[in-house]
């Protein structure tokens, strides 16, 4: 294993163990000299390795030793190894990442159906369209949400709203194209309110295609909770065989 794959392992495993609560807020971490030993290398790989908790920011390098921050305080990039932490995901967690999304999604519609040209507009109702009347596969329906929200940030004219949905995508889409074994909210559900989007969409009415979004992904985000908490407990069932 050479050096900066050293790095890497150490970086991660210390990330993980400050994300799991092993370490406290405001505690410092063990010393260069005794994370080198735990570790069996050098310490200039130890030192390299918290330089990496830095960057994430959950960790801070100070006289003295290296402490533990907030994990507000932290980067965005540390919200995928903290998801990977619990099989399945942590409900409470996966939950306030929808929450933001959701807030994301709704502003995204609200000002694409506002702004939107003819062609966009009838491109979009066509999505909502299928979306309504085929009742289309869980992936399928996927697929066609993720076509939505690209059409929706691209009719906003927003290039910031385009960067953000891209980095959110990347990273989160399958927190709504649901795995294997997820439950998620039947399209029957889910139809009324494709329908009122569809009619602010035609009529270019922001506020309530911005409701419309919000109540969709309300439902799915209840869904994807109760569908998480139910996996928890089959698999805490399963341990305590």
Do not use: C
Not at 139 to 149: C, K, Q, T
Request: charged share 30%; glycine share 6%; aromatic share 2%.
């Amino acid at each position: 294993m050479n050096e900066t794959t050293q790095e890497s392992t150490i970086a991660a495993l210390l990330r993980d163990e400050i994300l799991r609560g092993q370490y406290r807020e405001g505690e410092r971490l063990p010393s260069e000299r005794d994370l080198a030993e735990r570790f069996g290398v050098h310490r200039s790989t130890v030192r390299s390795a918290v330089k990496r908790l830095e960057q994430l920011g959950i960790a801070d390098i100070r006289p003295g030793g290296a402490r533990v921050n907030p994990i507000a305080e932290a980067s965005l990039d540390v919200l995928e190894p903290w998801l990977a932490l619990n099989d399945p995901p942590d409900a409470d967690l996966v939950d306030q990442i929808l929450d933001t999304l959701n807030g994301f999604l709704a502003h995204a519609a609200r000002v694409g159906t506002e702004r939107a040209s003819d062609e966009e507009r009838a491109s979009i109702i066509a999505i909502l369209s299928e979306m309504i009347d085929s009742a289309p596969s869980e992936r399928r329906r996927g697929e066609l949400f993720a076509a939505l929200s690209e059409k929706l940030v691209a009719a906003s004219r927003n290039p910031v709203l385009a960067l953000m949905r891209h980095s959110l995508r990347t990273r989160y889409s399958n927190l709504v194209i649901p795995d294997s074994r997820r439950r998620s909210t039947p399209n029957e559900e889910l139809a009324p309110i494709l329908r009122r989007l569809r009619t602010a969409i035609r009529k270019g009415e922001g506020d309530r295609a911005s409701d419309a979004v919000y109540g969709i992904i309300t439902r799915i985000r209840k869904a994807i909770r109760s569908d998480l908490e139910r996996q928890a407990r089959t698999a805490r069932q399963g341990a305590s065989q």
